[in-house]
């Protein structure tokens, strides 16, 4: 089943006499359940499609589908409804508050979108429970590892099971063997819930286990892989 259609997608900053072209009529289909690595250097576009794809910013030209339904119909507050619900959101920098502990973190994005706090709570300590975290509930950021973040942070896009996972380069400040437990975590998601994912990386040992490879050159898709 297509889940997500990207059709002739393009994105463009500054004005007629500067711009600069950084998608260039991107088309991609991504199945439900499908783990999509994409790859390539720095600056050909890799986040900037991420960013359209969750929502977070809009193509200057060419759309989005969900489920057959185009982004481009919701305004800016459906939007957000959208992101909270039916997207997660993982990036190479965890973005926990520093302020609030490792299940205040988790619980918040389940609060916004009108979950009962006791329902948040038990729900978080779930699953940070999953993830080896279930002695670390009352540790703030700052007492973490990079890997407890890391593994914080997906805890965190996950908690209203969402149907996609956007992640930028989620393992790109880890060393290898952290980076590993964190992609067995996002992994084992998938395996469960069937839940899609797409994952900017540069590291292509993980990527050639996911069950299809994009490269991006120059705000293109030249090379699709797939097992």
Do not use: W
């Not at 900053?13 to 390539?40: C, F, H, M, P, S």
């Amino acid at each position: 089943m297509d889940f997500i259609i990207l059709k002739d997608l393009r994105k463009t900053y500054g004005n007629a006499k500067k711009k600069v072209d950084v998608l260039q009529g991107i088309n991609l289909t991504v199945k439900r359940g499908e783990t999509v690595a994409v790859l390539g250097a720095s600056g050909v576009g890799k986040s900037t499609m991420l960013n359209i794809i969750g929502a977070l910013d809009r193509p200057t030209s060419g759309d989005v589908f969900f489920g057959g339904e185009p982004l481009s119909r919701l305004d800016d507050k459906r939007l957000a409804a959208f992101r909270n619900r039916f997207i997660g959101f993982v990036f190479q920098f965890h973005h926990l508050l520093p302020e609030f502990t490792a299940l205040e973190n988790v619980m918040l994005p389940a609060l916004i979108g009108g979950m009962d706090p006791g329902a948040a709570r038990s729900r978080a300590q779930e699953l940070l429970g999953e993830v080896g975290l279930g002695e670390r509930l009352d540790h703030k950021p700052g007492e973490l590892s990079g890997g407890e973040q890391q593994r914080a942070a997906i805890v965190r896009a996950i908690i209203q099971d969402p149907q996609l996972i956007l992640a930028d380069e989620p393992t790109g400040n880890l060393d290898t063997r952290t980076a590993d437990e964190v992609f067995e975590v996002l992994m084992s998601l998938n395996k469960k819930k069937n839940t899609t994912m797409i994952i900017v990386t540069h590291n292509e040992r993980l990527a050639a286990r996911m069950s299809r490879r994009i490269k991006m050159v120059d705000g293109c898709i030249v090379e699709h892989g797939q097992d």
